[in-house]
């Protein structure tokens, strides 16, 4: 009940084109769900979040989509761009705990 | 002022050796978490400190790991007799609060045990 399953494992997209990485969780008690960026060397990131009682959040390119029925979550990024190549993490967490439980990760390359 | 520093940031271990990897989270951040992140997967939890209270830690994998943050800020995270399985990246984050704040990862200690 803690899994947080991620695909694609990695993900190649051209330039200008969308990139969506999809995230399924099981514990319905999870109420936050945070997507980061890692590149190479560095620690993760928070790109953008989402909480489970609006069922779309952008900013900027990101945009996450959520759909609680199923369970499910997603990311995308609209007009990929090389900048973007890095590894994306989805996660999940319930309120009044602290602790991310962290997908795979989706090693995503944007060719230019 | 900086972001959560950590040191050393590559740490190589022969087997059965102890290390100290070190974590400065950012100043004012009362919550402090280490995390082992394996090659190629996502950070796992291993510890949570709310100022110097430990208040978490289940995701310690044995007794052979050992955390503290005895004033409140810079914490350390202890591996005796290091194993091979113990080759990861742990990361440190840390965040103003507990549940419902951001998490601010710094960039990690890759250990390497040969």
């Known amino acids: 009940q803690q899994q947080v399953k991620q695909s694609p494992q990695s993900l190649i997209v051209q330039k200008g084109g969308i990139s969506i990485i999809n995230c399924a969780y099981e514990?319905?008690?999870?109420?936050?769900f945070p997507w980061y960026q890692q590149f190479p060397g560095k620690g993760p990131a928070l790109l953008i979040a989402?909480?489970?009682?609006?069922s779309e959040k952008k900013e900027g390119r990101f945009t996450i989509s959520f759909n609680k029925s199923a369970k499910q979550f997603s990311l995308h990024i609209m007009d990929s761009q090389p900048g973007d190549s890095a590894t994306y993490f989805c996660?999940?967490?319930?309120?009044?705990?602290?602790?991310?439980?962290f997908g795979t990760g989706t090693r995503l390359k944007v060719l230019a | 002022g900086a972001g959560v520093s950590q040191s050393p940031r590559y740490k190589v271990a022969k087997r059965g050796q102890d290390v100290a990897l070190r974590c400065d989270p950012i100043s004012g951040h009362v919550s402090l978490f280490w995390y082992q992140q394996a090659l190629g997967q996502g950070p796992e939890f291993l510890t949570y400190f709310q100022n110097e209270a430990q208040l978490d830690k289940s995701g310690l994998p044995s007794d052979r790991f050992f955390a503290e943050r005895p004033e409140g800020s810079v914490s350390t995270l202890k591996i005796q007799r290091t194993q091979q399985e113990d080759s990861a990246v742990y990361l440190c984050?840390?965040?103003?609060?507990?549940?419902?704040?951001?998490?601010?990862f710094g960039p990690g200690t890759r250990l390497t045990v040969t």
């Open positions: 984050a840390s965040s103003l609060g507990g549940s419902g704040y951001e998490q601010y």
């Open positions: 514990n319905t008690a999870f109420d936050y």
């Open positions: 996660a999940a967490s319930r309120t009044g705990t602290y602790k991310y439980i």
């Open positions: 989402i909480r489970p009682d609006v």
